[in-house]
């Protein structure tokens, strides 16, 4: 009769198994990490780009919508940035508000560094909060031509040295009736 011997495995070759694992592992939970970190900065940016856009996109709009004469740029006694308007509406007004207007303000909050919307019939929202490090609103005459202009900066947090500024700017001629 032939006798199998049946070899395990030694305690040395197991931690050396264990070992090597344990470096694949660490490579690859270091590698996952990483990318994860920077999915989720890629994603903040990219939201908070959005956002920034997204505020020009609207003021571009209100100011073609809006009642040229009702649109004002002013200074709160805080050093807030404020620019009013009253927008024209296709839908029935909310209520207490003009017939086929809505009232819009837009002011930067300069202690929060954030913007604050607030419009007839809804909740006022903030914006950016923390990342607009700076922001004019301006009214500029030239003769009988008035030009509003409202310029802010968004700042973007990076890895490293790889902060982001991004300045955004909305001019626009009022009209004349």
Do not use: C
Request: aromatic residues 10%.
């Amino acid at each position: 009769m032939i006798k199998a011997r049946l070899r395990g495995l030694t305690l040395v070759e197991m931690i050396i198994g264990v070992a090597i694992l344990g470096i694949i592992l660490a490579a690859l939970y270091s590698f996952f990490i990483q990318n994860y970190k920077i999915s989720v900065e890629t994603y903040n940016t990219a939201r908070i780009e959005g956002e920034a856009k997204r505020l020009s996109d609207s003021l571009r709009q209100w100011f073609e919508m809006a009642d040229q004469r009702s649109i004002n740029v002013s200074v709160s006694s805080a050093g807030d940035k404020i620019v009013e308007m009253d927008v024209y509406e296709a839908q029935p007004a909310a209520s207490g508000a003009v017939a086929g207007t809505y009232h819009v303000k837009v002011t930067w909050v300069s202690a929060s560094k954030s913007v604050v919307i607030e419009k007839t019939g809804s909740s006022p929202y903030q914006i950016l909060t923390g990342r607009v490090t700076f922001f004019d609103s301006r009214m500029i005459a030239f003769g009988t031509i008035k030009k509003v202009e409202v310029e802010y900066e968004v700042f973007v947090t990076r890895r490293a040295s790889m902060d982001i500024k991004r300045k955004y700017k909305v001019s626009h001629v009022l009209r004349t009736e």
